[in-house]
C-alpha cells in the first residue's frame, strides 16, 4: 500500500500498444469510477505487439509488463492484466508487493456466479486451445459449456456491425447447440459487445475488464481492513 | 436497478438473528465504504436463528431471506448472503431481479486469485461434508486442499484469544499438512480473525463477506454500464 | 425401525400436490410388490404445488416434506422422496432416524450400472442447469452423456401420444448425437414411459423411482441384519 | 425372465471356490430373504482360487465365471458377481441376457447415498493401486476420502478378535484422518464386521454384497413393469 | 533384462491370429528399426481370435498372451501389447519382470503432447463406450474432444479408398465439430492411415503402436542406466 | 526434418547456464546412445540464470531458449527442453518446426504407465504450487498422489549423501503416506539419484529427461513414416 496520503491506483495494464484497445478499456470503466473513489488508469504497453495472439506475443510483453508495473508500484493499489490469455500473470503476482488480477482469470470466475455452464466468445479460433489450457490449470473446466471464435481479423472487427452480427450467431450457438447460460467475453476490446449482447440473447455477458477490475478494487479496499 | 436518482444500496443479508454477527459485518466493512459511493447496509434476519449451523437452519431461513430481500429490491443494487452455506442462493438468483452474491462461492472464487489450492477454516465439523457438496457442485473441488474445523461451540468463539490460538492451530495445518496457499474463512462472523492469521502464517486470507461485497459492487456499477 | 411386529413401510413422497401423479408411482410400484413383504405407500403432499420446477417449489415444499415425513416415523422402514430435483434430501437425512432415498440420485447412481454415459431426459429446459448443478455436486458429471428437455407444457405432457412422440425424439439425439447408452427419466411422473422408449430405442432406460425404491427396501432389509 | 411361473432366482456368484466365503454371503444375507419372495442362490466357483487377490486370480476365474453364469440363464433373474474386484463384470454384462451387479460398484454407488466422502477397508495393501483404477474407471473417484488395508493375511482374518481390532483401527484413520463420512468393506467376506464396525465407529458401514444384491431385485422387479 | 550379451528384443504383441495386421506393424516399425540397435519383432497370437472386438475377445486373449509373454521374457527387452483395448495391461505387468506398454494407453499419452484435446478414431461403434472406461480409469478423459467410429466391418476395411474417404470423414468431425487438435487412430492395424489422414486434415495423427514402440525403446534403455 | 542425409540431431536444451548440469544429463544419456544411431546433443543456454527456480527464470529464459533452438532447427530432428517446469514448451511448439518435448510433461506422462498414482520429488517447496498448476493443465491431477520437496539449497544438493538421505525420506513419505507407486524426479539434473532411490525405496523411479529423450527419439522415427 502507498504510505502516503494519496489514494493508491488501480492500474489497468492493455499488454499491447494500441491505443485504441485501451481507449476502449478506459470507456467500459467509466462507470465504476462513478461509484468508486479509487483511480482507475489505463494504459498501454509501449513497445508492445498491435495485439497478444500467439504464444510469441504472451512470450515479448511478459518482462516489459513486469517492468512497467514495477515502475508503478510506489503509487499503485493493484494491478490488471488487461489481456484475456492473462500473459504474465504468475510472474507479476510472484514479483510484485500488490494484488494483480488477469482479465481471463477474473472473466471466468465471475461467470461461476452468473450461470452453472459458461460459454467463452473468443476471437480467433488458434486462441482456443489456449484457453482449454487455462481453463484446466484454473481447475474449472467442469463449468464451461464450449469456446466458440469469432474468427474476425483485426480489420473485420473494426466493422461494428459485422462484429455484432458475427458475436450474436457465436453467442446462439454457445446458449443454445452447447448449454452455455453465461458468456464471458475472450478479449479485452469487447466491451462495447456486452450490451447489445446480453440484450439480444437473453443472457447475462460478463466483459472480463470489468470483472477484474471489481476484484482488483475489493483487494485495495480490504487492505486498509487490517 | 433503482429507476429513481438515489443510489442502489448493497444490501449484506446475514441470515441470522445475532445483531453481534451484523455489526462485526458492518464494521468489516468499513474499510470499502471508504472507496465507494455505494451505500452498504448489513442487515441481520428477525426471527432467524442465532445462527446457520445444520441443514434445518438453512431450510428454515431460506423463505424469510427471499421475502425479506423482496422487500427492498425497489432500494437495491445488489444482495450479498452472507452466510458461507450461501442458503437460499439459488433461490434469491431465480426470483430477484438484482445480482446475488453468497459468501461460501465469493470467498472460494476469490482465494482461486490467490493461490493454487485454498484451505477453509470451518466452525464446526460438522458442517465440513456440506462444504464439500458445495466445492463440488461448484468445480472447483481440485483447487481445495483441505477443510478443517475450529471446533468451537458459540461460547467459546465469544474467548477471541482461544479462538485465534485455535485458528492458528488449524491454519498450519492446511498450510503444512495440506499445501494450502491461502486460506478462506468459513464464516460470516471471522472478519476479526483475517489479519492476525495474515500475519502469523505468512500466506492470505480472505474474509468471504468481502469477497463477496467487491464482487457486487462491482455488479452494480457494470449496470450502468449500458 | 418400527420396534412392534408391523413390518416397517416404505414411504414414497411425492412432494405435490397432483394425487394423479401419485397414482402413477403407485401404479409404476406394482411389480415391486409383488417381489416384496415390505409395505410400499405413496402418498402426496397436501398443500404442495401441483409441480415441482422452480427453486420456490423447492424451498416451498421442503419443511412441510420433512415434518410429514417426521410424523410418519414410527411406522416407517425408509423414505423416498419422489421428485427428480430431490428437494430437502440433506435435511431430511440430517433429521430422519431412517434411510433416506432421493429419485434424482438412485436414477443416476442405477445409470452407471447401465452403461458408461448416461443421458437424462427432463421435462423443461429451465430445470437442467439445476440438474447439472445436482450432477456436479454428486460427483459423477463426467459420466453425463448429456441432458435434454422435453419441453413440453402440465397439458401437452398428458397427451401421451405426443409425449411419447417428443421423448423418443430426445432419446434419439441423447443416444446418437450425445453418446448415451442408457437414459433417466427426469422426472417422477413418467414411469409409463420407460417401456415403449427402451423397446424403440434399444437401450436401457431407468426409472427413477423405481431405482430409489430398490435401494431403499435394501436398507430396510439391511437393517434386520444386526 | 424365465418364461414359466418359477420365479426368477437372484444368484450370488463368490468367483473363489471358498465355501466358507459362500457360507458366509449367505447368512449376510438372510435379512433380504425375509422381505422378499425372490430366491437368492450363492454359489462359489469350483476350481476357483481360493481368494482372488491378484489380477492373475482376476485373469483366470472371468471365463469360468461366464461359463458358470450362463448355465443359471434359464432360472435367473439376476446375478451378482461376490468380489470387490468386480471380475468379469464388463464380459457378463455383454455376453448375458439378464442385469449383472458387482459388489465392487454397487457397494460404492450405495455409499454415495450414505455421506459425502466415502472410505475403503481393503484387506490387502496390494489390491488399493487396483481399486483406485476402478474409482477412477466409475468417475466417483472425487468422492473418495480414503482407502486403506487391513494388511492381514488369510490365516489372520480368521481370528476374529484381531480383525476387528484392525478394522476399528482402520476405519477411525479413514474417519478422522481422511474424512470419510461412511465406510465400504472392500471385500465380500468381512459381513460380520458391518454392525460392531458400525456401533464403534458411529458411521454408516456398507456390505457390499448387500448393496448389491438390493440394485439386483430392484432389476428383477423391474422386469415385470412393462 | 538379458544377463547375457544379445541386445534384448522389444517384443510387439498382436494378440489376434490375423497375419496380416501384425506384418502391417511389422512394416509400420521398419523407420524405428532404422534409428535403433535394439531388435523389434512382432508376433502375432496363434490361436488368437481374428480380431479383438468385445469383452469376451480381451477375456479369452488375456491368458494365452500372458503365456506367450512369458515364454519369451529370457529374450525381452519389454513387451508392448497391440491392440487398442490393452488386453491383458495389468495382468502382464503384475507377472512379468520386464516392462510392458499397451497402446491405447501410449497412443493417448503421446496424444497429449500433440494437443489439449484429442480426438480418437474407432474402428467399430461398440468399442467406444469401452474406450471411454479406459480414458477415465487413466485420468484424462478431461483432454479428450470426442471420439468417433469408421463403422466398417473387417471386410470393408480391406478397401483402402473407402476406408481412407470414411477415415477423413470421421477426422474433420472430431477436428471441427469436436474441437480434437491431435487424434489418435484407435487399432493397430491402421499404420498406413497416418501419414494420409496427417496430410489431408492438417493436423498430427498418433499410430498407437510407434507410439508404445518409442516409450518401450526408451524403458530398454534406461535399465542400462544404473 | 533435414532434408540432407546427415542424421537429425535430438538436441537436450538445459535451459540454465550450468555446465555441470548440462553434464550430468550428457551422462544420463549415454544409455539411450548405445540403443540409438541418432545424435544426442546437450546444450546449456549461455546467459540464462544458474538454476531455473521461479517465474522470473522461466520468462528470462523462454525467449532465449526459442532463439537457441531457431539457430538449431537446421539440423535437428526433435528438441527436448531439460528444465521440469517445462519453459517455453508451448511457444517452442508454436514457433518451431520440429517436435518439441518437455521433461516435465513426458516424466509424468510416462509415470502414469508404472503406477496408478505418481508422487513427484522436488527440490524447493516454492516449485509446488507451480507444478500443481501443470498438472491441472495437462488433466492428470487425479492421479497424483502427492508432491514433496527436499527442501535443499544449491550447495547442499552438491553433498550427495545428504541429498540421497533427503530424496529417500521424502521418497518414503510419497510412498507410505500419500500412496505413490512411482516417483518422478523433479528436476533435470537429479539423474544419478534414479538408481539409488529404486533400489532403495521398491518402486520405479522416472528420470524425466530419459523420458523425453524417449518419447523424442520415437517422434523423430516416425517422421521416416511417411
Known amino acids: 500500500m502507498p504510505k502516503d496520503h494519496a489514494p493508491p491506483t488501480l492500474y489497468i ?18 462507470p465504476m469510477r462513478g461509484h468508486s473513489h479509487i483511480p482507475i488508469v489505463c494504459l498501454d504497453l509501449p513497445g508492445g505487439p498491435p495485439g497478444v495472439q500467439t504464444q510469441q506475443d504472451i512470450a ?6 513486469l517492468a512497467q508495473a514495477q515502475a508503478l508500484v510506489p503509487s499503485a493499489g493493484a494491478f490488471v492484466i488487461a489481456c484475456f490469455s492473462d500473459p504474465g500473470l504468475a510472474l507479476l503476482r510472484e514479483q510484485l508487493p500488490r494484488p494483480v488480477l488477469g482479465i481471463g482469470e477474473a472473466g471466468v470466475l465471475t461467470a461461476l ?11 480467433l479460433p488458434g486462441s482456443i486451445p489456449r484457453h482449454h489450457r487455462r481453463w484446466a490449470e484454473m481447475g474449472v473446466a467442469a463449468r464451461l459449456a464450449g469456446e466458440r471464435a469469432l474468427g474476425l481479423g483485426v480489420t473485420e472487427l ?9 458475436a450474436l450467431a457465436v453467442g446462439r450457438q454457445l446458449r443454445d447447440d452447447d448449454g452455455a447460460e453465461v458468456l464471458v467475453l475472450g478479449c479485452a476490446g469487447m466491451a462495447w459487445l456486452r450490451e447489445p449482447l446480453q440484450q439480444a440473447l437473453g443472457m447475462p455477458v460478463v466483459e472480463p475488464t470489468l470483472a477484474a477490475a471489481a476484484m482488483a478494487l475489493g483487494r485495495i479496499s480490504w487492505r486498509d481492513a487490517a
Not at 113 to 123: D, S
Not at 158 to 166: E, H, V
Open 13 to 30: 495494464l492493455n499488454p499491447n500498444s494500441t491505443a485504441a484497445v485501451t481507449a476502449g478499456l478506459d470507456a467500459a470503466l467509466a
Open 113 to 123: 456466479t452468473l450461470g452453472q455452464r459458461f460459454g467463452v466468445v473468443a476471437i
Open 60 to 65: 515479448r510483453v511478459t518482462l516489459p509488463l
Open 158 to 166: 473494426g466493422d461494428r456491425g459485422q462484429t455484432l452480427a458475427r
